[in-house]
């Protein structure tokens, strides 16, 4: 389908939606995280025609045939490989990739990983909901070990998955996580997300309503998650608690949570979040904190910039092009070892 | 002394080289073939290499090998039997005794011929003091000791490892007498190939002059071979491999279509050379991307063909079979794509470094669903840019992947190879679409040949989403209908076999209004099939050549080209894949078959055999 209004006026979510019906199930996490995406576009300076969403198979990979952009609904797993060749054949476009747990971390493992460690520069939104949807409730790579699902009914026996560690393991430089129903959290992510240059992971916990409801509710809900999550902003001191009286400190090789105002501790002594910092040991220690003994954290862990993928191709391009005494196709089938028979 | 011995004419010869796969046989191999191209010779090499890359020194296993076949006249294969055999050890000699003709000369390095290679090398008995060796010229020259001693004279502080590397110029020197040439053609290739170690070009030149004194004062050989020059041939060659010419097919296409090129691909035997020779052509502007696997291969090509690119992949049998997934979902979305597969001996790992035409129902049949596509194999070393660029001509013309088959044999066979121009080939028209067109959708169809427009990201006002679920009919929404999928189905179908309108008539080489018996043949073959057909037409037989470049879809006169004939084989390095094919649409007529599965070409002799047996049943 296509699109042919073409103001060239301001961009505003307007220009982003779809006339279509969205077919996800009433409640899915996923609209937020739509609606969310739609505000964030027109903020990025970008004309709508550059914009490109990429998605593999599953309920969230759906997403490319909701938003008004160019897009792909790929295959299973390989959304990142194909939005890989798309930005590094056009580092003009703004390229999304849009996947799930068990797009991302299971089939698309592989893809997701050298997707990272090449830094190309797109915008990898993970809607994790812990299991697979669309093939009606299967344990996802990110299922909690333990638990009972279709295929797993005397519960999993594999460990799950983070999506950050994974990041941080394949020597990301951006990572994220956001909660769904936090839509002004989301749309602060995707903005820093979209502004960086290189991969960008934002892992979003998302609730599947059908099949998973309320999986993250022990760390989100309402009454707990002030006790239960810590926002992370950079430069400032990572603290959290109703009562903005707890915070981490770094003691020995980890973590540790302090109440401020206890044993000596004051806010002076709370770390301070350096998302910018190239080494990633107080990131991933942050990206793999989890409840009961630590807050999770949300928001921007990692944000580091680097060279892209597609920036050194062009550079090279550019190098050979200037320094190469073959200008054209006739020069290259001319050069050599050419007989000349006579 | 002098040598006073006669020189024979030779309409052509075939020389195999063959040692330890670190002995340099491949660049002895070159350095022959292209002193033999300067020469006016027409020529085709083939390379015989183990899958090992060291595999212990002396065994069969690390035998490298290196066949050239020069002529006079028109020279299509490399050959099928040795005229001259260069053995460096015992197991070279045993790998390759089968592969010579009765009375071939064979060189071999008498240093390396003692009991302790004969061990290595698996012979029970001294194979120089038994029968095994009648009849042939044998010429036991001491190249080890005369090449080290040659160094050691330089006085150039280089160690007997350092020179016995030079051996393989002793052997050149050796040829370069035995055929009669001037030694300033091989001095020419040291010093180009060793330009930055001045040391190695002067102790390469010095064995290689030893090695011709040799030949010329110790009379080992009793007779010297001349191949004239070819007559008729002008111009400016190139001695060009398949896969170098795939690659530069792909460029010429991109340059042609006003398109820049990606290839998306993992390495894999025998296809990596594309990758790699593409890699290296960034002044071009062609994007190469090394995947992480076969899969990223194609599905980062799929990412940059909707981005406006010419997308390719490359890769071999295994390989295709995980591409198969993203080759549907190039079908499904019509975007243009050229997946080349040099088709190697299989099934899985198979044999790697071996030739095999067995990928072909893959190529046709292997993937889900409906799921058409165009399939045409190369001939030829040369002509792989002529059907790599074919290939990329009309997957961007009708908007689908285009597989194109090369194989094992040709892709690392070289030949000489006219250089075209660029001018001279054809245009290549790309189905785009202008920024705001109102009438444009996504599954629209060109009336005629049935394919989609492309509209590229980026582009004003055509956004638009495509992708795996079926699409309606025109306006490309998500689509579960029965009858539309239906529909679409037969499209994508009818737009592959329409492809037929645009593609040459199957030629016939011989009697074009048909005989006694039609020889028919795929792809790579073409050399040995040739050879044979005009071999036997020479001698008088009735019997003529259909060599298919266009499998999917078959040219438009194929039923009419086989039903001129009385009789008709099927001739494949596979257990009959074309002949199913065949037989699946033109079921009407009968066929024999000739298939081979050895990992090796067809030869020449052992087809002229089967042709005539054919022949003279009744």
Known sequence: MTDNNNSTQELTKKDFTVDSTIKWCAGCG???????????????????????????????????????????????????????????????????????????????????????????????????NKIYGLTKGQYSPTTPMGSKTKTSPFGTIERPFMPGELTLGAQGNFFARVIDKEPRGMEDVFLQAALHKGTSIIEVFQNCVIFNNAIHEQITGKDVRDDRIIYVEHNKPLIFGKERDKGLILKGQDLEVVKIGENGISESDILVHDANNPNPNVHYMLARMTYPTHPVAVGVIRSVEDNTYEGLLEEQIEHAKANSKIKNVDDLLNSGNVFNIE | MSNKNSIIELEQVVVKFAGDSGDGMQLTGMQFSDASASLGNDLSTFPDYPSE???????????????????????????????????????????????????????????????????????????????????????????TSLSRATVRELNIGLDNKTADKTRNQFVMGLLFWLF????????????????????????????LRAGFNYAETVEAMT?????????????????????????????????????KLFLGSYPITPASEILQELSGLRNLE??????????????????????????????????????????????????????????????????????????????????????????????????????????????????????????GYLANGTELWPIPQMKDLPEIKTPRVKDNDPNYQPYKRDPEKLSRFWALPGQEGLRHRIGGLEKSDVYGEVSHDPFNHQLMCQYRAEKVNRVADYIPKQDIYGSKDGGELLVIGWGGTYGALYSAVKEMREEGYDISLAQFNYIMPLPKNTDEVLGKFKKRIICELNLGQFADYLRSIYPQYKYSQFNKVQGLPFFISELKKRFKTLLEEE
């Open chain 1, 30 to 128: 996923a609209f937020s995280i739509l609606s969310s995406v739609q505000n964030t576009l027109p903020k990025l300076g970008v004309k709508k025609d550059d914009f490109v969403f990429v998605s593999g198979i599953g309920c969230s990979s759906r997403f490319p045939y909701y938003i008004k952009t160019y897009g792909i609904h790929s295959l299973h797993g390989r959304a990142t490989a194909i939005a890989s060749g798309l930005k590094s054949a056009r580092p003009d476009l703004n390229v999304w990739v849009i996947t799930g747990d068990g797009d991302s971390m299971a089939i698309g493992g592989n893809h997701f990983i050298h997707l990272i460690r090449r830094n190309i520069d797109l915008n990898v939104i993970i809607f994790n």
């Open chain 2, 53 to 143: 890359i060291r595999a212990p020194q002396g065994t069969i296993a690390g035998v490298s090998g290196f066949q050239v076949h020069i002529g006079h006249k028109e020279v299509q294969t490399p050959g099928d039997l040795a005229d001259v055999l260069v053995a460096l050890n015992p197991a070279a000699l045993k790998a390759n005794m089968k592969w010579v003709k009765p009375s071939a000369t064979i060189i071999i390095d008498i240093d390396n011929f003692d009991n302790k290679h004969y061990k290595k090398a698996g012979f029970i008995e001294d194979p120089l003091h038994d029968s095994s060796l009648k009849g042939f010229n044998l010429v036991k020259a001491p190249i």
């Open chain 2, 180 to 207: 009669d040439r001037d030694m300033t053609m091989g001095e020419h290739f040291l010093q180009e190939k060793f330009a930055k170690k001045p040391e190695l070009v002067k102790a390469n030149i010095a064995v």
């Open chain 2, 223 to 259: 007779n010297q071979f001349h191949v004239n020059p070819q007559k008729g041939r002008k111009g400016k060659f190139k001695k060009i491999s398949g896969n170098i010419a795939a690659s530069w097919g792909l460029v010429a296409a991109a340059e042609k279509a006003g398109l």
């Open chain 2, 286 to 407: 062609v994007k190469t991307f090394q995947a992480e696997d076969e899969i990223a291969g194609i599905c980062t090509a799929i990412g940059a063909s909707f981005g406006g690119y010419l997308a390719a992949t490359s890769t071999s049998g295994p390989g295709l079979a995980l591409k198969t997934e993203a080759a549907g979902l190039a079908v499904i979305t019509e975007l243009p794509l050229v997946i080349v597969n040099v088709q190697r001996g299989g099934p899985s790992t198979g044999l790697p470094t071996k030739t095999e035409q067995s990928d072909l129902l893959q190529a046709i049949h292997g993937r889900s669903g409906e799921s058409p596509c165009i399939v045409i194999a190369a001939s030829s070393p040369g002509n792989c840019f002529e059907y790599a660029f074919e290939a990329a001509k009309l997957s961007v013309e009708h908007m689908t992947p285009v597989i194109l088959l090369s194989d």
